[in-house]
């Protein structure tokens, strides 16, 4: 898979990407992550990528040129394959953990960051495929989004975690929030572990997690019980949840 992020600031991506989880993936080639810088594609020799807007008003919108070329430019070298292209903005679609799948199985996703005070409206209507916020907040740009897009897709390619971990169990995956995890020491200030997670008993234990899963999602996000998948012993340990309240 190919992320290709635009924006006038590629130090901030790579500064993320080429750490840690993401920077391993990268290098063991399981996922490409690259900046594409903006300027690149400027026609002045200031390399200018924003301009006043028509009709007047404050600050800088971005112009539509630099934008259009680079992405015509990326299309042209991915030979056939219509990429996705998505268009970070506050106004965009919320993003989540089903959106995070249905981008992971993608074969080349193009994201186009916005700075100053918008973008050309011929961006939105033309160029994106998908405008995309990532909460109810404004920042300064798109490259934080960007960079939490690109997080969340890059930990569901297959190899990206590790063999030892899984993204299956994850918070939103199964539906549920995650149960409670603990490591050692079994008594940490008096704070003691739960007992049955040291009774070597994988049966009780799995039996301990869902209904901890279940109670967890039950106090905090009671929303997600409306569509997570349950068995019959989940809706009657919800039940129970429900006439102790
Ligand atoms: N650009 C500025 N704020 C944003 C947000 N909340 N989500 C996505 N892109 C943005």
């Not at 011929?122 to 998908?130: F, M, S």
Request: hydrophobic content about 35%; charged content about 30%; some cysteine.
């Amino acid at each position: 898979m190919r992320i290709e992020i635009l924006t006038t600031i590629p130090e901030m991506i790579d500064a993320v990407t080429g750490e840690s989880i993401l920077g391993r993936a990268k290098s063991r080639g399981l996922i490409e992550i690259n900046a594409v810088n903006l300027r690149d594609f400027a026609h002045d020799r200031h390399r200018t990528t924003d301009d006043a807007p028509f009709g007047g008003g404050p600050g800088m919108v971005m112009k539509p040129e630099p934008v259009f070329e680079a992405v015509e430019s990326l299309v042209f070298r991915s030979a056939g394959t219509k990429p996705r292209v998505l268009l970070m903005t506050p106004q965009g679609r919320r993003f989540n953990q089903k959106f995070a799948e249905e981008l992971a199985r993608e074969s080349h996703v193009i994201i186009i960051c916005g700075r100053y005070e918008g973008v050309d409206e011929r961006i939105r209507e033309r160029l994106a495929t998908d405008e995309v916020s990532i909460g109810d907040y404004v920042l300064t740009g798109g490259e934080l989004a960007a960079l939490v897009i690109a997080d969340a897709v890059s930990r569901l390619i297959p190899g990206v975690l590790g063999d030892e971990t899984s993204c299956e169990t994850d918070s939103f995956s199964s539906g549920l929030l995650e149960y409670p995890q603990y490591t050692r020491p079994a008594d940490y200030r008096g704070m003691e572990v739960p007992e049955v997670l040291l009774s070597g008993n994988h049966a009780e234990i799995a039996k301990w997690r869902r209904e901890m899963a279940l109670k967890r999602t039950f106090e905090r996000r009671p929303d997600l019980l409306d569509t997570a998948p349950l068995t019959e012993e989940d809706k009657r340990i919800i039940n129970e949840l429900n006439n102790e309240k």
